[in-house]
């Protein structure tokens, strides 16, 4: 299965597996405001409720938000763009929960690549962007702990073209230690499962 992913994930707990968790329910007014704030020249139409499992790759002219408790998830095609502009939705994002951290990942199943920041209160201490065909792009800030296994053989002076871990494999661990503390596809103890999580979808225009 390829993925397509367009997510930035912030909880202010410390612990996604904590934060993220059975009977969430999305505040639809914290959704909109998010999403006017995001979009301040379009016109924003809520409509309605989904899952992140149909939420992960909007279309370009809606955005999937869910504000929880301590916690917030963002679907934006935008990210996708790894530009400027892709940079700014991150950086705004990041900041949206007081002392929170906060992950952005980039997948594309036809793209053999994976971009992913992470922040710290707000604050970019990792970005990076792996590919297929060009290697190690982008390797600023230090290390996460889920990296490590992935860039052993690179480190001990193995090339970085071909790449010696495929991109989604990457992406996926770190949304796993990241982002929600368990698989996208996999439902813990709890009952919870990150695919199921509810969002707010909003139409721009």
Request: overall charge negative; hydrophobic content about 40%; charged content about 25%.
């Amino acid at each position: 299965m390829g993925w397509s992913v367009a997510l930035a994930c912030a909880n202010s707990g410390g612990d996604p597996g904590a934060v993220f968790r059975p009977g969430l329910e999305p505040d639809a007014r914290a959704g909109l405001d998010l999403a006017r704030r995001l979009y301040p020249a379009a016109a924003i139409e809520p409509t309605g409720e989904t899952v992140l499992d149909f939420a992960l790759w909007p279309y370009e002219d809606e955005v999937f938000i869910g504000a929880y408790p301590g916690g917030l998830a963002v679907c934006d095609r935008r990210l996708f763009q790894l530009d400027d502009g892709a940079r700014r939705v991150a950086d705004m994002i990041a900041t949206e929960l007081p002392n929170a951290d906060c992950g952005v990942l980039v997948l594309h199943d036809r793209v053999s690549a994976c971009w992913f920041r992470w922040y710290t209160k707000g604050h970019l201490v990792r970005d990076v962007y792996v590919t297929g065909e060009d290697g190690v792009v982008v390797d600023q800030g230090e290390r996460l702990p889920a990296e490590a296994p992935f860039w052993k053989t690179i480190d001990r002076g193995a090339p970085d073209v071909p790449l010696p871990f495929t991109p989604e494999e990457f992406g996926l661990e770190l949304a796993r230690a990241c982002l929600f503390g368990r698989e996208l596809t996999g439902r813990g103890d709890d009952g919870f499962l990150p695919l199921e999580l509810p969002l707010r979808r909003f139409r721009l225009a």
